[in-house]
Nanobody
């Protein structure tokens, strides 16, 4: 089975930046899309960003467009989320996940389309 490990979370002031990393192992990483999701206290996990298996397509939730950038390095079996201009409302636990469909062409925003998840990393943005 696939194992995903997130890192890079922490405490940052509003307007600051963080770069989250997700290291994958156990399945051919380069053949699967990857996504980032976040979960606010007391809320369900929600979509943030995704990148398809080839890296040719990305998609973001409206609230982070222009501020967050998802990328991948297949040689390192890793996916990243560069977060700039952070806002207090970005405070959440962030999770990386792997698409359950091999070489899916179109990206997906649904948690139901990802079958492997990391443990999560806390991001806290102070005002």
């Amino acid at each position: 089975q696939v194992q995903l490990v997130e890192s890079g979370g922490g405490l940052v002031q509003a307007g600051g930046s963080l770069r989250l990393s997700c290291a994958a192992s156990g399945r051919t990483f380069s053949s699967y899309g990857m996504g980032w999701f976040r979960q606010f206290p007391g809320k369900e996990r929600e979509f943030v960003a995704t990148i398809n298996w080839s890296g040719s397509r990305t998609y973001y939730v409206d609230s982070v467009k222009g501020r967050f950038t998802i990328s991948r390095d297949n040689a390192k079996n890793a996916v990243y989320l560069q977060m700039n201009s952070l806002k207090p409302e970005d405070t959440a636990v962030y999770y990386c996940a792997q698409d359950l469909t091999r070489q899916r062409v179109r990206v997906t925003t649904s948690t139901r389309q990802y079958d492997y998840w990391g443990q999560g990393t806390q991001v806290t943005v102070s005002s």
